[in-house]
């Protein structure tokens, strides 16, 4: 595709329900991150993938909080038992090589209520 | 961990005048890039500095490498309306070893017109 798509654009979802947020990286990036950011704040990394592997998983919070990109290209954060502290505006980011520019999606905004 | 702050975390300015965003790194970095986020929008790709001591210019915008790969900053001449937004840093670890991508906190610029 022409750029980075997330979807959806917004979710809204009970405490203690699962969710999934879906990238759609440009096509040909092998890199692709997750990012979770609060109003006010700088993008907080999650995780990042190089291919199909998860070659830094260090930003996600705790065991609740999973991602996966089974054919090195649409990459799913998948989120358990939602609380209410994940409300915030979920980024992806691709990448054609370690070193070059992120382009960004749109973001998930997620609710949880 | 690696911890990227920025200062100021807002700034108010008259168009017109300058302004100056700096971001320090706890650890040294390999490259720094830096993105703007205009307000309901995602982080856009502005420049990448690579080398220490690197000065690049766009137009109006002047960003700066620190020598010891620490600390960089971003100037804006003259500013304009359009220039609102946050401006983000963001840097890889020299030495790291994955490709993570860690954002700084963050410069809010409001511009009066």
């Known amino acids: 595709g022409a750029g980075v798509s997330q979807t959806p654009s917004n979710k809204v979802t009970e405490k203690g329900k699962y969710v999934e947020l879906r990238c759609d990286p440009i096509s040909g990036h092998t890199a692709l991150y997750w990012y979770r950011q609060s109003l006010g704040q700088g993008p907080e990394f999650l995780i990042y993938f190089q291919g199909t592997g998860a070659a830094d998983d260090s930003g996600l919070p705790n065991d609740r909080f999973f991602a996966v990109r089974p054919e090195g290209s649409v990459s799913t954060l998948k989120i358990q038992r939602t609380e209410r502290g994940d409300s915030a505006v979920y980024l992806c980011?691709?990448?054609?090589?370690?070193?070059?520019?992120?382009?960004f999606g749109q973001g998930t905004r997620l609710t949880v209520v | 961990g690696q911890q990227v702050m920025q200062i100021p975390q807002y700034q108010h300015v008259q168009e017109g005048e300058d302004f100056t965003t700096y971001c320090n790194s706890s650890?040294?970095?390999?490259?720094i890039q830096w993105y703007k986020q205009r307000p309901g929008g995602h982080p856009v790709f502005l420049i990448q500095l690579v080398k220490s001591g690197e000065v690049k210019k766009q137009k109006r915008l002047t960003f700066q490498f620190g020598e010891a790969k620490k600390n960089s900053s971003l100037h804006i001449t003259a500013t304009q309306t359009t220039d609102v937004g946050t401006y983000f840093c963001a840097g890889r670890n020299y030495g790291g070893a994955t490709n993570k991508l860690i954002f700084g906190t963050g410069t809010l610029l409001a511009v009066q017109p």
């Open positions: 650890t040294t970095l390999s490259n």
């Open positions: 980011a691709s990448k054609s090589q370690p070193n070059t520019e992120a382009f």
